[in-house]
């Protein structure tokens, strides 16, 4: 007895879906990594900018207890859930809604009251909160009444996302794409003004159409090599960020000679530039070029750093270059870097 075997759909893509996903004019994806909500900027089939969900509580809103009240500072802290206290200065608690007894001008340990994260806690220091009842939404208002303490009022949606919008302009895309309904959804409420599809097909998944996986790995590989054959080697240490440039197929030659190192040397500083803002590196950045003998090289290439930083989304500053081809910079912090975000869920 014979049978039909009805045909596998087709994973081709004809022109016009070609076209569609081209990355040319840059693309903005939200879709997992491993599991994880991810954000990721294609330019030229090449991330530009690699951003995961992370741990922030901005624009939340709990109801806290007063624990202490410390005068030398101006401020107190407050606890907004089991052994998690934040700083309120007073300065932020101007006019607050006390929720178990009426505001007499002073606030009190044990005073109960609505309060907003405004900075999130950094390492040894704690969430900064705003206590001042003109930052709560007015349909929160009715809920804080009545609530417990301890209780989240709101959650912020934007913290459902990725951070992006200090690290990437709507100027560097021409379409946002996400293959979760509920991100869409955040994003269509959030919208600015760039184009929002929901990507739906069943046989062909965002991250593999993207590749995803293979460009989010080039933020966290140790080794990245360049056209010329030389290398970098990218080493974030607790203090800094050390890359090191290598000559890779010319290191068999003793003295490669100053036309061979500015070559290198260039293709080098292009690749750097990508990797600071790619990995979001930040603080001090040393990076370890190939000795150039003549001083106007070296002063050419300085330049041409400062002219290939000039447009990451971070404020930039390319400090000096050593004889030695050691080239200090700083790039602005306002998250933490791939490898850390990475770190920070794969441990847990």
């Not at 003549?294 to 447009?311: F, K, T």
């Amino acid at each position: 007895m014979s049978r039909t075997i009805p045909p596998k759909a087709s994973l081709t893509i004809s022109d016009k879906e070609a076209a569609m996903n081209s990355t040319q004019q840059g693309k903005l994806i939200y879709t997992e990594y491993h599991g994880h909500p991810g954000a990721f900027l294609i330019r030229n089939d090449r991330p530009t900018v690699v951003s995961f969900l992370s741990d922030s509580k901005i624009g939340n809103i709990y109801i806290a207890k007063v624990k202490n009240i410390v005068k030398n500072l101006d401020a107190c802290f407050v606890e907004i859930a089991d052994r998690e206290i934040c700083f309120l200065p007073l300065r932020n608690a101007a006019d607050p809604y006390l929720i178990n007894r009426t505001y007499d001008g002073v606030l009190k340990q044990g005073d109960e009251l609505p309060v907003q994260i405004i900075r999130d806690a950094q390492k040894t220091k704690q969430a900064t909160v705003t206590a001042d009842r003109k930052v709560f939404p007015a349909s929160l208002l009715p809920k804080i009444a009545h609530a417990a303490c301890f209780s989240v009022i709101y959650e912020n949606d934007v913290n459902r996302l990725p951070q992006t919008e200090e690290l990437i302009s709507p100027k560097e895309y021409s379409e946002i794409i996400t293959d979760d309904p509920r991100v869409y959804h955040i994003l269509q409420t959030n919208a600015c003004g760039v184009p929002i599809r929901l990507y739906e097909d069943r046989f062909l998944s965002l991250n593999k159409l993207y590749a995803i996986d293979s460009k989010a790995e080039m933020a966290l590989e140790r080794r990245i090599w360049l056209k010329s054959g030389a290398y970098l080697i990218i080493e974030p240490t607790e203090a800094l960020t050390v890359i090191d440039v290598n000559t890779g197929k010319y290191e068999s030659k003793r003295d490669i000679g100053d036309e061979t190192a500015v070559k290198i040397n260039r293709e080098a500083a292009e690749e750097c530039a990508l990797q600071l803002r790619l990995r979001n590196l930040s603080g001090i950045i040393i990076i370890d070029f190939i000795n150039m003998k003549e001083q106007e090289n070296r002063q050419a290439l300085l330049q041409y750093m400062r002219d290939l930083v000039a447009n990451d989304s971070m404020t930039v500053r390319v400090i000096d270059l050593t004889p030695l081809g050691l080239m200090e910079l700083t790039r602005k912090k306002v998250a933490k870097p791939v490898h850390e975000q990475v770190a920070q869920w794969r441990n847990r």
